[in-house]
């Protein structure tokens, strides 16, 4: 079984560039999360998605930051313009949904993000 | 922030020593799970451990959890390098969805 797959692995752009994400998740899961992860700490929620809503992105700076999950399958998140401050580790995850309070959520590699 | 901590935040010892890690976390929980995360490469699920449940093994991983003091700990027996890694504490709040919030993680380096 595939895991989940994210590109590209690694990202340097100049501060003020657009900058995007892409996650393709376990097949069939329906529960698609992404994280932020700064350097030294855990990750932190941005947004999740069942299927193709988003159904919490309270932590997610609308300002700069939008994603979406067209088909409920594969997902993007876009960062424009970029700041110094959003060099981080940016990690996809998926969970079947089936289970919401035990289901395990599978990640992938993550983008890291350089941002000069 | 939401984050739980972690301690200690950095551990380094023989292989076959044991390791131990604890976590404290702030809210209410359903579960508790800890996470492996290898140099470079996403988290991977070890253990989790239930609010009604106190102890759970899974190999060499023991996992305990005190609800009343918001605490669990991580113990691994006979280490390996193979377990050099950070490993991260992940409490999935009551109610609601699937939501976990990580802890800052203990970076553990076993040496041959």
């Known amino acids: 079984e595939a895991g989940v797959v994210q590109s590209p692995r690694y990202k340097i752009i100049e501060k003020k560039q657009p900058v995007a994400f892409w996650c393709n998740p376990i097949?069939?899961?329906?529960?698609l999360y992404w994280y932020l992860q700064n350097l030294g700490q855990g990750p932190e929620l941005l947004i999740r998605?069942?299927?193709?809503?988003?159904?919490?992105d309270s932590q997610l700076p609308k300002d700069r930051f939008s994603a979406e999950r067209l088909k409920g399958v594969d997902s993007t998140l876009k960062i424009q313009p970029a700041e110094l401050g959003d060099s981080a580790v940016y990690l996809c995850?998926?969970?079947?949904?089936?289970?919401?309070?035990?289901?395990?959520?599978?990640f992938g590699p993550g983008t890291r993000l350089t941002v000069l | 922030s939401q984050q739980g901590e972690e301690d200690p935040q950095a551990l380094s010892i023989q292989e076959g020593e044991n390791a131990t890690m604890n976590c404290s976390y702030k809210?209410?929980?359903?579960?508790l799970q800890w996470y492996r995360q290898n140099s470079g490469r996403g988290l991977v699920h070890l253990i989790l451990?239930?609010?009604?449940?106190r102890e759970k093994h899974s190999g060499r991983l023991r996992v305990t959890l005190d609800t009343s003091k918001k605490s669990s700990s991580l113990l691994i027996t006979a280490s390996r390098a193979a377990d050099t890694a950070s490993y991260f504490c992940?409490?999935?709040?009551?109610?609601?969805?699937?939501?976990?919030?990580f802890g800052a993680g203990t970076r553990l380096a076993v040496h041959p």
């Open positions: 995850a998926s969970s079947s949904g089936t289970s919401p309070s035990t289901d395990t959520q599978y």
């Open positions: 097949s069939g899961h329906n529960t």
């Open positions: 998605y069942e299927n193709e809503e988003a159904v919490d």
């Open positions: 809210t209410s929980i359903n579960n």
């Open positions: 451990i239930r609010s009604n449940e």
């Open positions: 992940a409490s999935r709040v009551s109610g609601g969805y699937n939501k976990l919030i």
